[in-house]
């Protein structure tokens, strides 16, 4: 029998262990997939908890709901990969040998690469929103916050979902008008990026949805400590800004496995191909998913994207054939504006989002970087389209390429 | 576009930045540098030349990679070239601005 193994049981991981087990015969391949935890999260579901439109209950599913039948489950912590000699050591001393391996291990908050950020004030003043520890506690804090300054600061390049952190200040404005008490609140954006966003449009487009909504922007802003007695960031060009509330994307780092496999970069993501999704030194290995250095976003909708062209390169590989699929580093963004309203950002390696319809060309029903009600709705309705089609490796109606119909140049 | 940089022609795009970094030598940079108001030190060409190899070799540039470097801290970096110190120090190196991506 042939081995094919899977590091990670994610969103990524998942993804390809039904599509690989539908690829490959029963009585051929093994498929055994290798994960520490044995709780599904739905991560786009975080944003929504401090805020009370979600609890815990509405983003969690077992892992076990999600593997097909002919998938060996393993639940362990990974030591290392030893890539000369195709092995993957787990705690305890098992040895799993692999023909072929897919590494889909994601990527970790790491709070403590922040000077005082995981100190004194951390779950009381200071919170994160991408774990479910910190949204859960989050939301409590905000139930009985009486105001303030609320500052979201971005630690440091790249985070996962990057417009998540948009997303927690148009709530914030929502959630606190709705309240009667956005005057006693002073919300403040601040990022290491030169505006909202990364690309031209997107970013003056929603740079003008801050302004409107009153929120402060505070661009090229690389944080090098919190101070907890004084309660304010400091960046390391002297600069300060005080907060009641802090609301911190840490730093996000690779897992701390592939340091120990010598497989990363300096913050632990796997040097992958950006195009055929190949790791750079090792022919039989792959990766998918926030684990990869590939320069796009690091989303589910990315690693959805990315698992087509995934599958058809391993086949490539496993029949010996040329690599044929070339990733485009498609991206897909529902943004959520506040009041039942949200946006919609679709964009690759070479094309910055523009303005237009989605998926349909001139139909829509989605409107790319405008702001309209089913915009919202395509937000709600994913949750179920994750857990039903998009984790199940099942057909979307939406091509893995970024289409240029429907665009406005 | 051509410029005229430390009295040679130099190509560069519009925001500045050296498009053909076989062009560049310390006379250049220190021209460059004095139009961001920075005048080099020792210590400055220490980090341009961490900063050439490390492009030379396709790895990308972040402020916590220099900071890790064993050349300079971040926020000595920062002291280097303040402001933006990783825009100052790709132009001034002859290399391309480093993307962001998210």
Known sequence: MKKLLILGAGTAGTMMANKMRKQLARDEWDITIVDQYKTHYYQPGFLFIPFGMYTKNDVIKPKSDFFPVGVNVIYSKIDKIVADKNQVLLDEGVVLQYDYMIIATGTRTAPEEVDGLKGNLWYKDIFDFYTIEGAVALAKYFKTWQGGELVINIAELPYKCPVAPLEFAFFADAFFTERGMRDKVNITYVTPLPGAFTKPRATKMLGELLEQKNINIIPDFNIMEVNNEEKKIIDYGGKEIPFDCLVSIPTNMGDDMIERSGLGDDMNFVLTDKFTLRQKDHENIFVLGDAANIPTSKAGSVAHFAAEILEENLMCAIEGRPLTAKFDGHANCYIETGYGKGTLIDFNYDTEPLPGSFPFPGLGPFGLLKVTRTNHYG??????????????????????????????? | MDKLIAGVNVSVNEEGYMTDSSQWTKEVAAAIAAEEGIELTDKHYELIEFVRNKVANGETLTIRGIGKSGVVSAKEFYGLFPGAPLKKATKISGVPKPTSCI
Do not use: C, N, T, V
């Open chain 1, 379 to 409: 937000k709600l309705m994913f949750r179920w389209i994750y857990w039903h089609i998009l984790l199940k490796g099942k057909e979307m109606p939406i091509d893995s390429e970024m289409q240029m119909a429907g665009k406005k140049l």
